[in-house]
């Protein structure tokens, strides 16, 4: 990789990290309603990068800008979840740990945990990146191609097992949101992007089974305590490192988020206490974004939003170790690992100050309405339909006291019906 490109890409990477820090610090706004909206402006953003870049590198350097603002999201949206408590899908778990930590005044400590495990899971996955290509390469991944079927009951039928809220609450909640995110993929609800283009069938179900629900929930209306920082390190990299484990499964798998995986993996690995539980979901979301590249890399699988839009930039680009684009992109995740860090923790910081002047409800109100908006405009009047439905369904399992990780049915039911050939 000539040096110019590697400069260029530091450059794209600063600019994602500064999207992604907005997108995981906006309760509500998941990086990939970012990537969507690069990828609708990538015609005239390629021509401003080729005014400063040669124009074969244009796309791949947007894509070094996607990869490093998912990065970063990956990490920061933890921020929100646990001083807002408006989650990110992949950080939902996240919140009651966060709450005790926050209500105790240790808010800061909380972020710091959550910092500690992005990092492992980074670094960690960034170390096995090469190494797992050439596994999966080698056949390891067409073997679990082959129970891609059974993993995902087993995943299903092991969340049901281990909810220890409202078992019945659960058994209706995982089928009824796969139900609505099935409706979403076949088309059966007819959503246009008004915009242009295909319309963004994910928003609305997403944002409206893990966004709404936060958002309309009443807050206390009173100050949190006073937050203290004694800047010391409060977890080791352990937790961090049975993330890395999770998320390399979870950036393989199709429909198994890191929520999801988070859930199995205190199953497996036994309960961590609060920080460690805290350290190794984050590990975990980190860790999934990464091996969502390499699971890419590999068969040309997009697992998340963020990947489809790299894939639909780099249609017909050779992405594997040695080539230009895998480089770019192991680059783009090294830059942009270690920036999220340094600014979870000024995030945090900031944070501690912003919540004791800040209107909870009213910041709310103006997420949701922002989040309409969006909705409106990618998916068109079905589309708020289903922003509805969706955000109705999302309550259910706040109001009867179940785990709110059965809503990602909506993800891992249609694929395990289309994996069996039933659509």
């Known amino acids: 990789m000539v040096p110019d490109l590697l400069l260029l890409t530091f450059y794209m990477c600063l600019i994602g990290a500064a999207m992604g820090t907005f997108t995981g610090l906006v309760p509500g706004i998941h990086v990939n309603t970012l990537a969507l909206l690069l990828m609708a402006f990538s015609g005239p953003l390629t021509d401003i990068i080729a005014m400063f870049a040669p124009s074969e590198y244009a796309p791949l350097l947007l894509c070094a800008c996607v990869l490093s603002a998912a990065v970063v999201h990956s990490a920061t949206d933890f921020v929100p979840s646990v001083f807002l408590g408006v989650p990110d899908p992949d950080?939902?778990?996240?919140?009651?740990?966060?709450?005790?930590?926050?209500?105790?005044?240790?808010?800061?400590?909380?972020?710091?945990?959550?910092?500690?495990?992005?990092?492992?899971?980074?670094?960690?996955?960034l170390c096995l990146a090469v190494p797992m290509y050439y596994l999966?390469?080698?056949?390891?991944?067409?073997?679990?191609?082959?129970?891609?079927?059974?993993?995902?009951?087993?995943?299903l039928a092991l969340m049901i097992i281990t909810e220890k809220g409202n078992r019945a609450v659960a058994l209706i909640v995982m089928p009824l949101s796969g139900l609505l995110g099935l409706a979403c993929m076949i088309d059966v609800i007819p959503m246009t992007n008004i915009?242009?283009?295909?319309?963004?069938?994910?928003?609305?179900?997403?944002?409206?089974?893990?966004?709404?629900?936060?958002?309309?929930?009443?807050?206390?209306?009173?100050?949190?305590?006073?937050?203290?920082?004694?800047?010391?390190?409060?977890?080791?990299v352990l937790p961090g490192l049975k993330g890395v484990l999770t998320g390399s499964i979870t950036g393989w798998f199709p429909g198994v988020t890191s929520t999801t995986g988070a859930a199995m993996a205190g199953t497996i690995f036994g309960e961590e206490d609060g920080k460690g539980f805290i350290s190794m979901v984050s590990s975990i979301g980190t860790a999934s974004t990464m091996f969502t590249f390499v699971t890419f890399a590999v068969n040309g699988n997009e697992r998340s939003g963020t990947m489809t839009v790299i894939g639909d930039l780099l249609s017909g680009t050779l992405v594997a170790p040695g080539t230009d684009a895998f480089l770019v992109m192991m680059f783009a995740m090294a830059v942009s690992s270690v920036l999220a860090y340094p600014i979870m923790i000024k995030a945090g910081r900031l944070m501690c100050v912003l919540m004791q002047r800040v209107?909870?409800?009213?910041?709310?109100?103006?997420?949701?309405?922002?989040?309409?908006?969006?909705?409106?405009?990618?998916?068109?009047?079905?589309?708020?339909?289903?922003?509805?439905a969706a955000g109705l369904l999302g309550l259910v399992p706040v109001l009867f006291g179940c785990n709110r990780t059965h809503l990602t049915g909506c993800l891992i039911i249609p694929v395990l019906l289309f994996k069996l050939g039933l659509f």
């Open 195 to 236: 915009l242009g283009g295909e319309p963004e069938v994910m928003l609305p179900l997403l944002s409206g089974l893990f966004g709404v629900p936060a958002m309309l929930m009443p807050a206390d209306g009173g100050k949190v305590p006073d937050q203290t920082d004694d800047e010391t390190r409060p977890v080791g």
């Open 359 to 388: 209107d909870i409800r009213r910041l709310n109100t103006c997420v949701l309405a922002f989040m309409i908006l969006l909705t409106l405009a990618f998916t068109g009047y079905w589309g708020l339909v289903v922003l509805l």
């Open 91 to 125: 950080s939902v778990l996240n919140i009651l740990p966060g709450h005790r930590l926050l209500l105790d005044g240790k808010g800061m400590t909380a972020v710091r945990c959550a910092a500690i495990g992005s990092l492992v899971g980074a670094t960690a996955s």
């Open 136 to 155: 999966l390469s080698s056949g390891l991944g067409d073997y679990l191609n082959s129970i891609t079927v059974g993993f995902l009951i087993a995943v």
